[in-house]
């Protein structure tokens, strides 16, 4: 109730209580979900950072610094690269689509905070 009343249709990222309230998955929770699935540890390591990048409110450096040894702008290049090759690979597409699924079981619907109109 009180999520549905004060954070539908808000998207401030600068408080971290909201963030709590809509159930956005953490660096940790994602990366966990990543490695449970996906044997490949250096696919694994690219996915669960596109995810993170496309599900949380972090910033490139706090991605960055969370994952380590990448900067910034590798952490959005490599986002980039796995869009476009997400686009072109089906089996990755349909990975990743699972994954999202699973991420969106265990934190909510998390398209709608982030393509809703305020």
Do not use: H, W
């Not at 996915?47 to 702008?73: C, H, P, V, W």
Request: net charge positive; charged share 30%; with cysteine.
């Amino acid at each position: 109730m009180v999520k549905n009343r004060f954070i539908k249709n808000r998207a401030n990222k600068e408080i971290p209580e909201i963030e709590i309230l809509k159930g956005i998955p953490s660096l940790t929770n994602i990366a966990a979900i990543v490695q449970k699935t996906v044997k490949d540890n250096k696919l694994s390591r690219k996915i669960a950072i596109y995810l993170s990048r496309k599900y949380t409110a972090k910033t490139l450096d706090e991605i960055a610094s969370f994952y380590g040894n990448i900067g910034d702008t590798e952490v959005s290049q490599l986002c980039i690269r796995l869009e476009q090759k997400r686009e072109k690979d089906q089996k990755l597409n349909k990975l990743i689509s699972r994954l999202e699924k699973e991420i969106s079981v265990s934190y909510g619907d998390l398209t709608l905070f982030y393509f809703e109109k305020v």
